[in-house]
């Protein structure tokens, strides 16, 4: 296969990715890492860096960065969904989580200085514009548990639409919230990097070896058994192809577009906000803008994977895409006493929203790009 086809991102590499031989036979390992997508391969990069001793092997189906790793939007965050969860139950420990994530977003752009990754790294800060009223309101709804939770007016706050306009020029504008701890990078290309990086501090990683099962120190796989006494799943969405897995997540979807390199005109029209990155608050889309290194604008549909318990999956029964469609969203569910049942997942009949991150009882499902 021609894993260029794959995303706009692997196609940027300008060439297929040199394949890495796949496992040679049983092998005994200290860590043996299933996946080689981010997770993986920054678990390896960084058990390498605290111990050269470390005998480290990554299992990959495909190619290192070959999942949701080499394809989605371009973005380098400091946020995870469900914070003001883990803070209510533990707020010094909800604090380091918070520094931590914080500090993840430099601490990516400094391994690819050290490391000579060329992954057109920019942190050039994040806008998220309302484009209505109810996601105005919304924003600042989380602006307020932003402040909650510690995050300070230097990392993230408010632009009211005068503001928002002299930044980026959008078609409705009711303001929107900035977010300074977020950089652009090429994902297909920090993740080939970061694997690179890896294996010149001593890592092995096996591509085209698929994971056939995870067992007790144990993983079997297409090309012979790998015995470890520690192992760590790094797969999320795809550790559906697991067996007796299959129903412990509930990956979802994303779709990435990207234009043709846009007229110095055209982004003069955009605004001078075309170095960093922009999402609606209608949390089912984001753009890239990527002026900065190719001239394109990159835009794409959110995507999340659930992780719920299987128990509590089977209680709820199944519904489909269009049974979510057709009922509210937790928040828009509270305010109206004629609708039917707040949904747990897709598109809110009300409001028009993913559902997933609504409220704070929703919120904490989502495991969080």
Not at 227 to 249: E, F, K, Q
């Amino acid at each position: 296969m021609s894993y260029r086809s794959i995303s706009y991102w692997f196609d940027s590499l300008g060439a297929e990715p040199e394949l890495r031989p796949p496992l040679p036979g049983d092998r005994e390992v200290d860590v043996a890492i299933v996946g080689g997508g981010f997770t993986g391969l920054w678990t390896a990069y960084y058990l390498m860096l605290a111990d050269p001793s470390c005998r480290v092997a990554v299992i990959e189906r495909e190619t290192a960065g070959f999942g949701a790793s080499g394809r989605n939007g371009g973005w380098c965050v400091a946020m995870i969904h469900g914070l003001e969860e883990f803070f209510a139950r533990d707020p010094q420990r909800g604090a380091a989580m918070r520094e931590a994530i914080k500090a993840s977003v430099d601490e990516v752009g400094a391994v690819c200085k050290a490391e000579g990754i060329e992954a057109d790294f920019h942190k050039g800060g994040g806008l998220v514009v309302a484009s209505n009223a109810p996601q105005a309101a919304r924003l600042r709804a989380g602006l307020e548990i932003d402040r909650e939770i510690g995050w300070t007016e230097e990392d993230i706050y408010w632009l009211d639409p005068e503001e928002l306009k002299a930044r980026i020029r959008v078609s409705s504008n009711f303001g929107g919230t900035f977010n300074a701890n977020t950089a652009a990078v090429n994902p297909a290309k920090l993740a080939r990097g970061v694997a690179d990086a890896a294996e010149r501090r001593g890592a092995s990683i096996y591509e085209q070896t698929t994971a056939l099962a995870v067992e007790p120190g144990r993983v079997r796989t297409s090309h012979g058994t790998v015995r470890a006494p520690r192992i760590v799943m790094a797969l999320d969405a795809h550790v559906t192809r697991l067996p007796g897995c299959r129903r412990n997540s509930l990956p979802t979807y994303e779709h990435m577009i990207a234009t043709e390199p846009l007229s110095d005109q055209v982004w003069d029209e955009i605004g001078p906000q075309s170095e960093g990155s922009l999402a609606m608050a209608a949390a089912c889309s984001s753009m890239r803008n990527a002026r900065r290194i190719t001239g394109l604008r990159l835009a794409g549909a959110m995507s999340t994977t659930v992780t719920v318990r299987p128990s509590k999956l089977a209680s709820r029964g199944s519904r489909t895409s269009s049974d979510c469609a057709s009922t509210p969203c937790a928040r828009c569910f509270r305010s109206s006493e004629s609708s039917p049942s707040p949904t747990v997942g897709g598109v809110c009949s009300v409001c028009r929203e993913i559902s997933f991150h609504r409220s704070r009882s929703t919120r904490r499902l989502a495991s969080g790009a």
